[in-house]
């Protein structure tokens, strides 16, 4: 009997250690699945980011020398094109060793300014100023369209770490948080994240000009928004009287889409109306959001 006893508890210690395994392994799959979904999150922000800089480039490219003087060297004859690869040689041969080199520090010259100014069009340019400082310059762009630069000024103090000495970067933008987690670990990091601020902020302030300009027929009164245009507020209407207010949040400010949207109506629309406009906004431009949502 004791045996038996004995066996029975085993077998019911057994079960009990399964079941708790069973239970710990659900909760762990509930962890990695929060944690899969939380990665997605931050990839479709990564797209937006990545779809916002082939925008640049593409401004880059269409500027590029090779694209102005393609269809120019296309375009020329297969004999004219002999004759100036004959030309060359004989200009080659008639020169003397000083004056190609001089040809050839002049064309890297021009190089070294050609790469100078498609730098710039990446967004940023760093120069050399007085003493350990440089001077660190940011371009802003959205959808191809150039706006204003911003400035700072990073030096090297006596204990060898850089340090902001000062800059007209947007006051609403943690610069502070910037310099103590990358300046003296990672600049390049500091420079891009300082870059994709500025340009989401840019970028966000565009969105209400473009809107109040191309969508004032379906906008009552103005659109309201915080200095960084991080929150904003605009009143649209509906089918006949109805109308609706939309605000915007923008928690990330490197983003340039909004990460939360709430609509305000007063019995107007159905939940499934709502459900729409909320998605919309969060994956469109507010203007092509607004023509998107049906007013009919």
């Keep these: 009997m004791e045996v038996l006893t004995e066996r029975l508890s085993r077998g019911t210690l057994h079960h009990l250690q399964k079941l708790e395994q069973q239970a710990q392994d659900l909760r762990h799959g509930s962890k990695t699945r929060a944690k899969q979904e939380r990665m ?3 990839l479709q922000k990564a797209v937006h980011q990545l779809q916002e800089r082939r925008d640049l480039l593409k401004v880059q490219i269409a500027n590029s020398p090779n694209k102005v003087l393609g269809p120019i060297l296309q375009n020329t004859d297969s004999e004219d094109k002999k004759a100036l ?15 190609l080199k001089g040809a050839v520090t002049e064309a ?17 340019t760093i120069h050399k100023t007085d003493g350990n400082s440089v001077r660190v310059r940011w371009d802003t762009f959205d959808r191809g369209q150039y706006f204003q630069p911003y400035y700072a000024v990073i ?8 340090h902001l000495v000062k800059h007209n970067l947007p006051y609403f933008l943690p610069i502070k948080d910037f310099e103590t987690k990358h300046l003296n670990t990672d600049m390049q990091a500091f420079v891009q994240v300082v870059g994709d601020s500025l340009n989401a902020f840019v970028s966000r302030r565009h969105q209400v000009e473009e809107a109040t300009e191309e969508c004032q027929k379906f906008i009552r009164g103005e659109i309201t928004s915080s200095n960084a245009f991080n929150n904003i507020d605009l009143t649209l209407s509906s089918s006949g009287q ?55």
């Design 85 to 99: 690869v004959m030309a060359v040689k004989e200009t080659m041969k008639r020169m003397d060793k000083k004056t």
């Design 242 to 296: 109805t109308c609706f207010d939309v605000q915007l949040f923008y928690d990330d400010l490197k983003g340039n889409r909004p990460t939360g949207v709430t609509v305000h109506t007063h019995g107007g629309l159905s939940k499934a109306q709502i459900r729409n406009i909320k998605e919309i906004f969060s994956q469109h431009r507010i203007s092509e959001a607004i023509q998107q949502i049906p007013h009919s």
């Design 155 to 162: 030096s090297l103090n006596s204990a060898k770490s850089l």
């Design 108 to 124: 890297t010259k021009l190089k070294q300014r050609e790469l100078s100014v498609s730098y710039r069009l990446t967004g940023c």
């Design 40 to 42: 997605l999150r931050d």
